[in-house]
């Protein structure tokens, strides 16, 4: 694996990684919007990761064939979750059903803040990829230049 193969990887892991944390951001920011009577309703948003290969040219692509290594991670899909939304008794609210009851989407707040550590933890290993990565490559110049 060369210098830029593994900026690269590192750099697809900090995008995922910065991608997740904007999907937990907006389920925590949304955990107590009810469902509008027109049907409307905020559902959990997961993002669903998938390894990558090289993704390169034709030169690259022969390379390729010679050591087929994953070089990375991409979001492939953002699944929303199916949880029955939460019932609560709120009859004075204006998106109320007719029993009084309004739809708060099914997002426990605990579960949340773990992946959210969880997604935090992994961006910083990633950073330390990187620097890790980049303080190799200036060591390998420093040896170059004696």
């Given at each position: 694996m060369n210098f830029m193969d593994a900026l690269n990887t590192s750099a697809t892991g900090l995008s995922a990684q910065r991608l997740r944390m904007n999907l937990i951001s907006s389920n925590l920011a949304n955990v107590n919007t009810?469902?509008?009577?027109?049907?409307?309703?905020?559902?959990?948003?997961?993002?669903?990761f998938q390894a990558q290969g090289?993704?390169?040219?034709?030169?690259?692509?022969?390379?390729?064939r010679l050591h087929s290594g994953l070089t990375g991670v991409q979001v492939v899909a953002i699944r929303d979750d199916n949880r029955?939304?939460?019932?609560k008794y709120e009859p004075t609210h204006p998106d109320a059903n007719e029993e009084g009851f309004i739809s708060l989407p099914n997002i426990n707040v605990v579960e949340e803040m773990?992946?959210?550590?969880s997604?935090?933890?992994?961006?910083?290993?990633?950073?330390?990829?990187?620097?890790?990565s980049k303080d190799m490559a200036?060591?390998?110049?420093?040896?170059?230049?004696?």
């Open positions: 009810p469902q509008a009577k027109e049907g409307n309703k905020y559902q959990r948003k997961d993002a669903v090289p993704q390169s040219e034709f030169g690259d692509a022969l390379a390729q029955e939304p939460i019932l773990v992946n959210m550590i997604a935090s933890r992994s961006y910083e290993a990633n950073v330390t990829a990187v620097k890790a200036a060591s390998a110049i420093d040896i170059g230049k004696a």
